[in-house]
């Protein structure tokens, strides 16, 4: 593959949603123990990074890591679920359209793990752009992309309560035959790909915002995002640390100052959301997201 060097490294601690735990001690006995309870939170979390050259190597690194996914998913239960970001990330996806003959789209599942509440056709839609930029050209039916019903976002202001009920609605209806359920209830997504922005947010989780302490509902909508439109959904914490595998891309100097603060900072304060994706985690680095960080 163009730009992938083989130097992969992996590192295994024993990170833990103390964040929320600790700032959740006013809570009930009940709430803390499902939050404590969740074996992706509780468990080991194993960082495997694949450090290539260019943002080139990281499409190809993505599109390798989602073909062997996708194949695995389906070979043991005959579907592929997977959730996916907007924002930079869906540069990187047009990428899946060269391992076309390879991948059985078709027994794909879609969803977004955080969504802005617009029309799709908006050039803020994250998933108008993924439509645009790969699934206009692949076999995933229509009906296994779960788009926001877009007819509830005439305006954005007002949009996002009905929206995110609406659209756990949708992901409710797949459990647990498409989505498997964990021990603790939640849905369990094969594969999250996920980006994140220069204040280290992920989804529509902000720095320090209320959300990242929801333990209950797993599409969550914000009003207040600080990074425009201010009504969004987005996948709750929990949710995306259910996943059986969260694969963030880091590609180009703007996200190298930020790579190093998450790989090597890793605050658990919830200053930065990223910091916080906790179970089975790979990272996609490019020479230049890479250049800050110490360690690589
Ligand atoms: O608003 C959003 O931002 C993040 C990061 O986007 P980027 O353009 O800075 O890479 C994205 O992951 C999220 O899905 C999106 O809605």
């Not at 793990?113 to 076999?139: H, I, M, P, Q, Y």
């Not at 954005?156 to 009920?165: L, S, T």
């Not at 949708?170 to 498409?178: G, M, Q, S, V, W």
């Not at 996948?235 to 190298?256: I, Q, T, W």
Request: aromatic content about 6%; some cysteine.
């Amino acid at each position: 593959m163009r730009g992938v060097s083989a130097r992969t490294t992996t590192t295994t601690d024993r990170r833990d949603a103390s964040w929320a735990r600790d700032r959740l001690g006013a809570r009930t006995t009940a709430n803390r123990s499902r939050i404590g309870g969740s074996s992706s939170r509780m468990g080991a979390t194993t960082t495997r990074t694949t450090y290539v050259e260019t943002s080139e190597g990281c499409a190809d690194a993505l599109v390798a890591v989602v073909k062997n996914a996708s194949a695995r998913a389906i070979a043991s239960r005959g579907t592929f679920s997977i959730a996916l970001a907007g924002g930079s990330l869906i540069r990187m996806l047009g990428a899946l359209k060269k391992a076309d003959a390879e991948v059985e789209f078709g027994k794909w599942v879609v969803f977004w793990v955080d969504e802005r509440c617009v029309k799709w056709a908006d050039a803020e839609s994250n998933f108008g752009g993924a439509k645009r930029a790969l699934f206009d050209d692949v076999d995933v039916p229509k009906s296994s992309l779960f788009a926001i019903d877009e007819t509830l976002c005439e305006t954005n202001a007002g949009a996002a309560i009905p929206c995110a009920e609406a659209y756990e609605k949708d992901l409710r209806a797949l459990t647990p035959h498409a989505i498997e359920l964990d021990a603790n209830g939640l849905p369990v997504f094969d594969m999250l790909l996920l980006g994140f922005g220069p204040d280290g947010h992920i989804c529509s989780l902000f720095p320090n915002h209320e959300l990242l302490k929801a333990t209950d509902g797993w599409i969550l909508p914000i009003t207040d995002s600080p990074k425009p439109p201010p009504e969004r959904v987005t996948f709750s914490l929990p949710v995306v640390n259910a996943a059986r595998e969260k694969v963030f891309v880091a590609s180009g100097e703007g996200k190298a100052e930020m790579t190093a603060r998450i790989l090597e900072e890793a605050p658990q304060d919830g200053s930065i959301p990223a910091a916080l994706v906790t179970g089975n985690v790979r990272w996609i680095i490019d020479a230049a997201a890479a250049s800050k960080m110490r360690n690589k």
